[in-house]
């Protein structure tokens, strides 16, 4: 199995630039330090604009009648949450979730069809859309 690492962490960098959605930057830090890979650069400088946004944003709401709701927004502006489209993320998320039930099956048995045919039963879903997120994310992992 390749090792996912690198591959990963620059996909999620380029979805990240692409569409803009924190989600993928925070996708890449959870994935980092889960698998002991080095934060890149990239994440390095999101998580530093992220930090300043949120200790810059207004705290000083806390003292007006409906605080709760304007530090809210506030603390979700400095996320980046405001205004995202989860879609593409969410899309990503599932065939990743996916690709890691196959993986999971074929350390059992090394037959790719078996570990699909299983992976689809345990997560309900068609063997057509396991064998898709499989291949989708394996394409990332292994690009060549």
Known sequence: MPDLRPHLLRFLEQKYLDTGNPLFAWEALD????????????LRGFLSKTASAILSADMDV???????????????DALGLSCLE?????????????????VEMLSESP?????????SEACN????????????????ADPE
């Open 31 to 42: 994935y980092a330090l889960a698998t002991g890979a080095c934060v890149p650069g990239w």
């Open 62 to 76: 806390l003292s007006h009648p409906g605080a709760g709701k304007k530090l809210a927004q506030n603390l979700k």
């Open 86 to 102: 989860y879609k593409d993320y969410r899309r990503f998320d599932v065939e990743f979730r996916r690709y890691q039930t196959v």
């Open 111 to 119: 037959n790719v069809g078996a570990a699909l045919d299983a992976a």
């Open 125 to 140: 879903v068609s063997r057509k859309q396991m064998e898709r997120a499989y291949y989708r994310i394996r394409k990332i």
